[in-house]
């Protein structure tokens, strides 16, 4: 069965302290791996896209690298604004399965 | 641009009655999803549409729940009737290109079922 696993569930962050969120994944046929951030009372937004182990995507503080197993998502130097729920999700499985695979996310919360 | 938006933005109803969700995507996009979040749990798929066609339908919870795209534009997801465990909060996302997993959430639908 697909399982995506999301860790830790929250993290609380000095300003500046670097740190990296990990997604594991067991799924047949990984068609991307995707990281989304979500901030309370809204919906996800996208980060980013990763076909392939190897694969590393940066956006700001933020980069994002998948390996076979599992995918990382390291903050460097952390401000209070990037406070928020960051959420993995998988598309796998057959062409026509669009849908996105969604881990449980981590909660992180960056101190001034 | 406009985003996806989601009406209502909260809905508290008993059991046994009827509500009705609303998701504008975002102009042009072809492809309309369904997510669901249950307290304490992950966002889950509940449905695909690509313009008014169901694509994927593989994660509607049963046959309470109903979901319309009349003319390739808004969708409707009509619970009917509601029970305790349909509580959640419900995303609509849109995208552009099918297989593309770079999708465009609305800021989701609250409901609440007592």
């Known amino acids: 069965e697909d399982q995506v696993t999301q860790s830790p569930e929250a993290l609380r962050l000095q300003e500046g302290e670097s740190s990296s969120l990990n997604c594991s994944y067991t799924?047949?046929?990984?068609?991307?791996l995707f990281w989304y951030r979500q901030d309370p009372g809204k919906g996800p937004e996208f980060l980013f896209t990763?076909?392939?182990a190897g694969e590393e995507k940066e956006k700001e503080r933020l980069k994002a690298t998948l390996t076979k197993k599992e995918s990382f998502l390291h903050i460097t130097a952390p401000k209070p604004e990037d406070s928020a729920t960051y959420l993995c999700?998988?598309?796998?499985?057959?062409?026509?399965?669009?849908?996105?695979?969604f881990g449980t996310g981590t909660r992180l919360t960056v101190i001034p | 641009e406009a985003g996806v938006t989601q009406f209502p933005s909260h809905s508290v109803i008993e059991k046994g009655q009827t509500v009705t969700l609303r998701c504008d995507p975002i102009?042009?996009?072809?492809?309309l999803y369904w997510y669901r979040r249950v307290m304490g749990k992950e966002i889950k798929f509940l449905l695909h549409?690509?313009?008014?066609?169901?694509?994927?339908e593989s994660g509607m919870p049963n046959n309470r729940f109903l979901a319309e795209r009349t003319g390739g534009t808004y969708s409707t997801l009509k619970v009917q009737p509601a029970e305790l465990e349909d509580s959640g909060v419900y995303f609509c996302?849109?995208?552009?290109?099918?297989?593309?997993?770079?999708?465009?959430f609305g800021p989701g639908t609250r409901l609440t079922v007592l």
């Open positions: 799924v047949s046929g990984l068609r991307g």
């Open positions: 999700a998988v598309q796998a499985g057959q062409t026509g399965a669009n849908n996105l695979f």
């Open positions: 549409f690509v313009k008014e066609s169901k694509q994927d």
């Open positions: 996302a849109s995208s552009q290109g099918t297989g593309t997993g770079k999708q465009f």
């Open positions: 102009s042009g996009h072809d492809n």
């Open positions: 990763l076909y392939s």
